[in-house]
């Protein structure tokens, strides 16, 4: 399944049109497109994908306000 494949950081169930929102972290859009296509799209249940890019990050923190 997707918890297998180390290009995924995270995975989060969400409300809305998608049912799942994946991270990834991939080396070039090859890799991307690579993943998508030949990983992702052959797990069970998977029906079809819609991608977006991150143009830049302007905050990205793993600490959490406790």
Request: proline share 6%; aromatic share 4%; hydrophobic share 35%.
């Amino acid at each position: 399944m997707y918890w297998c494949l180390p290009e995924i950081q995270e995975c989060h169930h969400v409300t809305g049109d998608d049912d799942y929102l994946l991270k990834v972290r991939c080396a070039n859009t090859r890799s991307l497109e690579a993943l998508i296509s030949n990983q992702i799209k052959g797990l069970p249940g998977i029906l079809r994908t819609r991608t977006t890019l991150a143009l830049s990050t302007v905050k990205e923190t793993p600490a959490l306000p406790i």
